[in-house]
């Protein structure tokens, strides 16, 4: 079982940058990491991924190069950094937990089997 809970969304301007937190009890240190995002009207979208030992990462084109995921196992917490924030990152943030093996299903929304509640960032222009 795992328990995840974002914070560290809020308002900012475009070419703003936020950090967001994930705070994990459970099995996070055997599962891989994943944060998405979903804006009103849309369907939940990968945003980006890392691996069990935060080795290998993984981002969906829209955020690369500007967001970055980490990891600190030791402390159960999965970070994602955003840079450079454009009013099309508007969304609802979640972080998720992955329990298979890093693979390609790391994009997918139902390789996920646990979910925090998702916290807002609003980008103005």
């Known amino acids: 079982q795992v328990q995840l809970v974002e914070s560290g969304g809020g308002l900012v301007q475009a070419g703003g940058s936020l950090r967001l937190s994930c705070a994990a009890s459970?099995?996070?240190?055997?599962?891989?990491m994943g944060w998405f995002r979903q804006a009103p009207g849309k369907e939940r979208e990968f945003v980006a991924a890392i691996s069990r030992s935060g080795i290998s990462t993984y981002y969906a084109d829209s955020v690369k190069g500007r967001f970055t995921i980490s990891r600190d196992n030791a402390k159960n917490m999965v970070f994602l950094q955003m840079n450079s924030l454009k009013p099309e990152d508007t969304a609802v943030y979640y972080c998720?937990?992955?329990?298979?093996?890093?693979?390609?299903?790391?994009?997918?929304?139902?390789?996920?089997?646990?979910w925090g509640q998702g916290t807002q960032v609003t980008v103005s222009s």
């Open positions: 998720a937990a992955n329990l298979a093996p890093w693979s390609t299903t790391v994009t997918l929304v139902y390789g996920y089997a646990y």
């Open positions: 459970g099995r996070m240190f055997t599962s891989v």
